[in-house]
């Protein structure tokens, strides 16, 4: 099954713990991107990666870290969580033809307390 | 940059009814309109979408229509049922340049049908 999947689905950590939350693809796709989700904020995009080791900030890049080793996988780094990262988190996905339809992953709740 | 409003911000239907949810851009060089329905615990899916050389397009009881000279576009769900409750999302894509067809998104609209 094409799918995006991302760990942990809910994270409570506390300010100043690294953690990482991964993404990963079975679709082969060549571009990769993360959002976060925000009460009447819609989705920002925080960093997104065109292949492997191309990576570039989105809207929202500060505090957080990407990177792309494998082109299946885009995990984010919070070097230092703090609570204004407290969101609702999804990673995407689609071909690097931006006619094709973007896939979401199932969400990461973090709470950073 | 590109930016997206989306209005209402929440939209409560009888069943049956129709609903509407409009979206205006800013940039006049956008030129894919897609949107996304978001049901509870669940990322975002593709429903509909529109390019910049259509006005209108239909799939079942779901519609979008696109007015470019004025910038915004619509999605149209008829015949409503408590399953389209969920939230929705438009966004504009970037013609390219340097951001690779970036997705930019309107704020949400939570729709609730009520049965």
């Known amino acids: 099954e094409a799918q995006v999947t991302q760990n942990p689905r809910y994270l409570i950590t506390v300010t100043g713990k690294k953690l990482t939350v991964t993404c990963s693809q079975n679709m082969n796709h060549e571009y990769m991107s993360w959002y976060r989700q925000d009460p009447g904020l819609g989705l920002r995009q925080i960093y997104y990666?065109?292949?492997?080791?191309?990576?570039d900030k989105g809207d929202v890049p500060e505090g957080y870290k990407v990177s792309r080793k494998e082109k299946r996988n885009f995990p984010l780094i919070l070097e230092s969580p703090s609570p204004n990262q407290t969101s609702l988190y999804f990673c995407?996905?689609?071909?690097?033809?931006?006619?094709?339809?973007?896939?979401f992953g199932p969400g990461t709740r973090l709470t950073v307390t | 940059g590109e930016n997206v409003e989306q209005h209402p911000s929440t939209l409560s239907v009888q069943e049956g009814d129709s609903a509407v949810i409009k979206c205006t851009y800013s940039d006049s060089a956008s030129n894919y309109f897609p949107w996304y329905k978001q049901e509870l615990g669940k990322g975002p899916q593709l429903i509909i979408d529109i390019r910049s050389n259509v006005g209108e397009k239909k799939d079942q009881r779901i519609a979008v229509t696109l007015n470019k000279t004025a910038k915004h576009f619509s999605l149209h769900i008829t015949e409503t049922q408590p399953e389209d409750s969920a939230v929705y999302f438009c966004a504009a894509r970037d013609a390219g340049g340097t951001s690779y067809g970036k997705l930019t998104f309107g704020q949400g609209t939570i729709l609730t049908v009520h049965p």
């Open positions: 995407a996905s689609r071909p690097r033809d931006s006619t094709y339809e973007q896939y």
């Open positions: 990666s065109m292949n492997v080791e191309v990576t």
